[in-house]
């Protein structure tokens, strides 16, 4: 079955620091999705991607995030200047008609 | 953003008695999806309803779509230990699924 891969699975990183997550998602989808779940909350709409650009965003992906397909297969999230309330899991999704397949998720943990 | 209700937060169930979480919304969804996600695991894709009043089953799981699109519930009949986990709604609107709160279900053996 295909899958959407996340790479790292687990990033740490210092505190203002630049981090960049990393998906590939399955490869005949075409919408793309960042979410975030912090510990023992809800999974949180960050941004979604269509056509090679951001189609929606919500209130959370402020300046500070940036997102990046740079070829063909990768789909990216880049934090700029990390804050401690960054830490969270990171999943990218991916579908085509309905039905998002998540990946495995990148757990961030800033300190 | 668009504003998912679940209820309850936690549920704990004995082996083989029923589970139902409920989840609401103010305002009317053009769909709803289900996911699960396991302690430690990422959300899994279980069903999308979009009709009103729509029922689905899934084996011991029942989904319900309410009659004016803005409720809907899943059903777990004789759970078992497998059904451990969060179980979210995501209702949509626009181009993105906004989840729930969740339902965290625990299952005694």
């Known amino acids: 079955e295909p899958e959407v891969t996340q790479t790292p699975s687990h990033q740490v990183t210092q505190m203002g620091q630049e981090v960049i997550l990393r998906c590939v998602p399955i490869?005949?989808?075409?919408?793309f999705y960042w979410y975030r779940q912090i510990l023992g909350q809800k999974v949180e709409f960050l941004v979604s991607?269509?056509?090679?650009?951001?189609?929606?965003k919500s209130e959370i992906f402020d300046d500070q995030f940036s997102v990046e397909r740079p070829d063909g297969s990768n789909f990216t999230l880049k934090i700029r200047s990390t804050k401690l309330e960054d830490s969270a899991m990171y999943f990218c999704?991916?579908?085509?008609?309905?039905?998002?397949?998540f990946g495995s998720g990148t757990r961030l943990t800033v300190v | 953003g668009q504003q998912v209700m679940q209820i309850p937060q936690y549920q704990h169930v004995q082996e083989g008695e029923d589970f139902t979480t409920y989840c609401n919304s103010s305002?009317?969804?053009?769909?709803i999806q289900w996911y699960k996600q396991r302690p430690g695991g990422h959300p899994v894709f279980l069903i999308q309803?979009?009709?009103?009043?729509e029922v689905k089953k899934q084996k011991r799981l029942t989904f319900q779509f309410g009659e004016a699109k803005k409720n809907s519930s899943l059903h777990i009949t004789a759970t078992q230990t497998t059904d451990v986990g969060t179980y979210f709604c995501?209702?949509?609107?626009?181009?993105?699924?906004?989840f729930g709160t969740g339902t965290s279900l625990t299952v005694i053996p």
């Open positions: 309803l979009v009709k009103s009043g």
């Open positions: 305002t009317t969804l053009s769909n």
């Open positions: 995501a209702a949509a609107t626009g181009n993105q699924f906004y």
């Open positions: 991607f269509y056509n090679n650009e951001i189609s929606e």
């Open positions: 999704a991916s579908n085509a008609l309905y039905g998002y397949t």
């Open positions: 490869s005949n989808h075409l919408y």
